[in-house]
Each structure stands twice: as C-alpha cells, then as structure tokens.
T-cell receptor, first 113, second 111 residues
Framework: NAGVTQTPKFQVLKTGQSMTLQCAQDMNHEYMSWYRQDPGMGLRLIHYSVGAGITDQGEVPNGYNVSRSTTEDFPLRLLSAAPSQTSVYFC????????????FGPGTRLTVL | KNEVEQSPQNLTAQEGEFITINCSYSVGISALHWLQQHPGGGIVSLFMLSSGKKKHGRLIATINIQEKHSSLHITASHPRDSAVYICAVKASGGSNYKLTFGKGTLLTVNP
C-alpha cells in the first residue's frame, strides 16, 4: 500500500493564482481531511470528509474548496492564492468509525509570493 | 489561550536519558492523541488514549482525565527519537473527526 500520497511536494504561486493540491489514499478510508501547519501554531483543520459526496468545514476553511467524488481522492483547491496561505499542507485519512489512528501524507510546502 | 498546551516547547537530552513531555488541555475530551513529526516533515500517530496508560516499545503515554493532563515518556532515549511530538485532543460531544492540536515539543537527543 502507498498509504496517503500528496502532490506536489513543493509549489510556488503568485498572489491571485489558483491551484489544486492532490491527496489520495489506497486504504479504503472513509474519513479524509486537510490541515495546514504554520510556524508557532498547531495543525489546523481546513476541511474534512466522511465519505464520497460528503464534505464539511474545519477551523480555517476560507479561501479553500474541496470535493470528494471518490473514496480515494480528496483534492484541496485554492481559488485565489494569498500570501497568508503560505504554509505546509497535510492530508490525512482514517476509518470513519474511529479516530484511533490518522494516517498523514508527506505534506506539500506552498509559498505564495 | 490555546485549548491544548504542551511543555516544554524545546527539550535537549543526552542519549539514554528518560524523557517526559507534558500536555494540558482546558476542555472536556473523549480522546487524546500523541503524534510524532520527524525532521523530514512526516507525521505518525503514536497513541490514542481515553484513560489510563499505553505502552509501545520505549514509549509510554499516560492520561489523567480529572486533571486534564497527559504525559509522553521515552525511556532510554536515542538520537533517532529526535522529532517534534504533538498532542491533540478530541472534545467531548464534538465531531468524531475534529482534533485540536498543541504546538508541539521539539526533542533533540544528542549522542
């Protein structure tokens, strides 16, 4: 199993550009989520999904969109990038009936100029 | 004030030392997680606790629900234990999926 994969690993954007961060898992997990990690702060939940077709907002959803058309994929879209979105983004997945273990992807380091 | 506070923020130890990292939280919780983030950035779940104590190899995690406090202990520390250790809590009555994270404790173990 590849586990949770994220692409790209690094990305530089200009203010106002849009892009999609990809996340995929091959463990048939119902639950998937996106976090951002900023210096001096804990991980913060952006959006999450408990199954295909179901998404919900986390703590810091503004400026981001998600969709979940398949169990495997959970892309995160930045609609119009801003410098405040410079961060490291982590995707995670887990079984819906339990949060005993969340499996994290390797992260995407995004810089918005 | 953060709902989840970790101490210390930074910890340097010599190989072989016993390590303790603390996590305090201010809300009622149904579960607490300990995670490890390696220098390369990858994050791994270590433990999920709702009461008592869990042990995995040289790692021991304890929780005191009444005192709203958890500790992560590392026995016979080794340089490969160098990482950021993160505490996260799931609030009682909240979504099954929403965790609140501490800022992490950076542990450096010198040979």
């Amino acid at each position: 199993n590849a586990g949770v994969t994220q692409t790209p690993k690094f990305q530089v954007l200009k203010t106002g550009q849009s892009m999609t961060l990809q996340c995929a898992q091959d463990m048939n997990h119902e639950y998937m989520s996106w976090y951002r990690q900023d210096p001096g702060m804990g991980l913060r939940l952006i959006h999450y999904s408990v199954g295909a077709g179901i998404t919900d907002q986390g703590e810091v959803p503004n400026g981001y969109n998600v969709s979940r058309s398949t169990t495997e994929d959970f892309p995160l879209r930045l609609l119009s990038a801003a410098p405040s979105q410079t961060s490291v983004y982590f995707c995670a997945s887990g079984r819906a009936e339990s949060t005993d273990t969340q499996y994290f992807g390797p992260g995407t380091r995004l810089t918005v100029l | 004030k953060n709902e989840v506070e970790q101490s210390p923020q930074n910890l340097t130890a010599q190989e072989g030392e016993f390590i303790t990292i603390n996590c305090s939280y201010s809300v009622g919780i149904s579960a607490l997680h300990w995670l490890q983030q390696h220098p390369g950035g990858g994050i791994v779940s270590l433990f999920m606790l709702s009461s008592g104590k869990k042990k995995h190899g040289r790692l021991i995690a304890t929780i005191n629900i009444q005192e709203k406090h958890s500790s992560l202990h590392i026995t016979a520390s080794h340089p490969r234990d160098s990482a950021v250790y993160i505490c996260a809590v799931k609030a009682s009555g909240g979504s099954n999926y929403k965790l609140t994270f501490g800022k992490g404790t950076l542990l450096t173990v010198n040979p």
